[in-house]
């Protein structure tokens, strides 16, 4: 991964944070697009410059068009080209029945979760060129479909699966490479910001594994996905999530 620039949307918390971090140790230059706290990406940024390699940090709302076309014009400005995205920003907003969440919830999650991350792909598969590589950041939930708490979201990533699998095709010509990642039960403060705190330790308590997974285990399987390793796999999703 030395020597590339790589783009990270949500890249200044939680499992966006670690990928940034250990793509820094690898020395690639990274992108970390944001949306709201200044403070947390102004850390992030003097954690990546301390490991040798470059980074510019670029605020912008990713539900709008016009939002995600100034993070991709100040990567291609500040870069020598984008070697790679992970599209990782999104948000579960609330915890709880889909029958008790108010439709403007909904369409919110869905829009952060699902509408953002397919617009942020078509533009990521523009910028890059032959050999580059996108990550689409899944959940565990797709699959599951996490009743009695965020089936909405669920329903979302489920969409983000499939645009990495239609999208791996249509790109496949250009030699650029669509890869999906499903985290599942990960410690970050996502349910805390949604309202559920404990929903970590409660369900890892269930968990196969007898724990939830870390950032820093997600950010490995990027790492992977991101690196000649995996030049043979594209427009599938793999999970990490402890057997679940």
């Known amino acids: 991964m030395a020597q590339r620039t790589?783009?990270?949307t949500g890249g200044t918390r939680g499992i966006g944070r670690a990928c940034a971090l250990a793509l820094a140790a690898e020395g690639s230059d990274v992108v970390l697009g944001y949306a709201r706290d200044d403070a947390a990406a102004a850390v992030t940024k003097a954690e990546i410059i301390d490991a040798g390699v470059r980074c510019l940090t670029v605020r912008a709302d990713l539900t709008t068009d016009e939002g995600i076309e100034t993070l991709f014009a100040a990567a291609t400005e500040w870069s020598r080209g984008i070697d790679a995205v992970v599209n990782n920003a999104g948000a579960t907003l609330n915890v709880g029945s889909l029958l008790d969440t108010p439709t403007d919830v909904i369409r919110r999650v869905v829009d952060l979760n699902l509408t953002s991350a397919i617009l942020v792909a078509r533009r990521a598969v523009r910028a890059l060129g032959a050999g580059g590589v996108?990550?689409?950041i899944s959940s565990g939930a797709a699959t599951t479909g996490s009743p009695g708490e965020y089936v909405h979201y669920a329903a979302a990533k489920a969409g983000?699966?499939?645009l990495t699998?239609?999208?791996a095709i249509e790109a496949a010509p250009g030699h650029?490479?669509?890869v999906g990642v499903a985290p599942g039960t990960i410690d970050t403060d996502i349910h805390a910001s949604a309202g559920d705190p404990d929903r970590t330790a409660r369900v890892a308590q269930r968990?196969?594994?007898g724990r939830a997974g870390t950032v820093t285990e997600v950010a490995s399987v990027v790492l992977f996905a991101l690196s000649e390793g995996a030049s043979y796999i594209s427009g599938t999703t793999l999970r990490v999530a402890g057997g679940v």
């Open 176 to 178: 650029v490479r669509v």
């Open 165 to 167: 699998k239609g999208l």
């Open 207 to 209: 968990h196969p594994m």
């Open 134 to 136: 996108l990550v689409n």
């Open 160 to 162: 983000v699966d499939a």
């Open 6 to 8: 790589v783009l990270i």
